[in-house]
Each structure stands twice: as structure tokens, then as C-alpha cells.
T-cell receptor
Framework: GQQLNQSPQSMFIQEGEDVSMNCTSS?????WLWYKQDPGEGPVLLIA?????ELTSNGRLTAQFGITRKDSFLNISASIPSDVGIYFC??????????FGQGTRLTINP | GAVVSQHPSRVICKSGTSVKIECRSL??????MFWYRQFPKQSLMLMAT?????????EQGVEKDKFLINHASLTLSTLTVTSAHPEDSSFYIC?????????????FGPGTRLTVL
């Protein structure tokens, strides 16, 4: 089946630092999405990417949809304590199905 | 924005019993809902697609007789874990899309943590 490889698996940074994580896939996806999940809760959508090569920002978050449609990255600038959580990339193919990456666990030291 | 709720948020049951989890779209109608399972420190894995008024579509490796899905109305899908065993303990999350606002975005419920003793 389709799989997404997300890296890094975990990050430990200082408050104020920038963060970068990425996902690659062996398959092409029509849409790439980035979610954040807090402990014991469902994922919340951060950014959606619809076109190959698209670069989209949402506040301090920036994400890009790779030209080949097989990869995407998410950057967080000037991290703050509330950025702590698990970030997931997801590719959406047919029938609205989502395939999730393994997640990146972000820890921030104040 | 679109809101999806789940009930219960936590459930503890004995091995061999059945557990029903509800997923509701509160302010929109959803012809399609999705059920995911998430084990600790792992990703979300799609279990099945719930279709209003028809049978659910299960992903490979998911037992349809074990995980019964009923999508009886445009705002409610239920997942019943039958004859639950400790290995079924997991975080179950549903999602739904609002076709009136987006063909793509799915809104996730808060999840249900199932513990089977």
C-alpha cells in the first residue's frame, strides 16, 4: 500500500528556533496536508496544498508541495511553546482517503 | 467551522464485550465519514470508509465482522468493536468532510480511547 516517510521522527529545540520537517512518498498524491495533533485529541489541519510546486503560508508556518507530487515540507519559524505536539503529513488520493506519515514529535525547551 | 464529535471519549471494557463508538457531524451533513485507529506513538491508520445508506468500505487487513460500521444518517456513524480483546486497545478517531465547503478538507473528531482489560 501507499506509505509516507516523514522525518525527523522527533525534534528537540529551543524556543525561538526554526523547525523543518518533510515527507516523501513512493506514490503521487493530488493533495498534501499537514496536521498537528495534541495529546489525546484528533488532528487539526494546518495547511493544505493543492498544486505541484505550491508554496503556502499560514502565520509562522510555511509548506510546499513538491514538483513531482511525491514530497512536501513544513517549516515553522520562531517556535513558541504552544507549537509542541506531533505533526503529521498526509497525502490525499482517490475517494478522499488520507495516508498519514509517521509523525514528527516536536519538543521545545523554554 | 465544521465540528465533529465522538462519544464516548474514553471507555474501558472487559475482554469479550462489544463497544460502540459514535461519530457525529454537529453542524453539517456528511455522506462519508472515515474511521482511523492510532496505537501509542504511531500514526493514524485508516480502517474504513463509512458511507451513508450503504455498506462501509474496509481497508485491507481490517476485519469487517470485527469492526461493524453503521452510517444510518447524514450526521451519525457508529463503529462497534465486537468481542473486544486487549489488542484492540487503541485510540479510535473519526473524520468527516463537509461537501458544501470543501471537497478535500476532513474534520477530525477528538478521538475515543478504548482500553480492553
Amino acid at each position: 500500500g501507499q506509505q509516507l516517510n516523514q522525518s525527523p521522527q522527533s525534534m528537540f529545540i529551543q524556543e525561538g528556533e526554526d523547525v523543518s520537517m518533510n515527507c516523501t512518498s513512493s506514490s503521487i498524491f493530488n493533495t498534501w496536508l499537514w496536521y498537528k495533533q495534541d495529546p489525546g485529541e484528533g488532528p487539526v489541519l494546518l495547511i493544505a496544498l493543492y498544486k505541484a510546486g505550491e508554496l503556502t503560508s499560514n502565520g509562522r508556518l510555511t509548506a510546499q508541495f513538491g514538483i513531482t507530487r511525491k514530497d512536501s515540507f513544513l517549516n515553522i519559524s520562531a517556535s513558541i511553546p504552544s507549537d509542541v505536539g506531533i505533526y503529521f503529513c498526509a497525502g490525499q488520493g482517490g475517494a478522499q482517503k488520507l495516508v498519514f506519515g509517521q509523525g514528527t514529535r516536536l519538543t521545545i525547551n523554554p | 467551522g465544521a465540528v465533529v464529535s465522538q462519544h464516548p471519549s474514553r471507555v474501558i471494557c472487559k475482554s469479550g464485550t462489544s463497544v460502540k463508538i459514535e461519530c457525529r457531524s454537529l453542524d453539517f451533513q456528511a455522506t462519508t465519514m472515515f474511521w482511523y485507529r492510532q496505537f501509542p506513538k504511531q500514526s493514524l491508520m485508516l480502517m474504513a470508509t463509512s458511507n451513508e445508506g450503504s455498506k462501509a468500505t474496509y481497508e485491507q487487513g481490517v476485519e469487517k465482522d470485527k469492526f461493524l460500521i453503521n452510517h444510518a444518517s447524514l450526521t451519525l456513524s457508529t463503529l462497534t468493536v465486537t468481542s473486544a480483546h486487549p489488542e484492540d486497545s487503541s485510540f479510535y478517531i473519526c473524520s468527516a468532510g463537509d461537501p458544501m465547503t470543501s471537497d478535500i478538507e476532513q474534520f477530525f473528531g477528538p478521538g475515543t480511547r478504548l482500553t480492553v482489560l
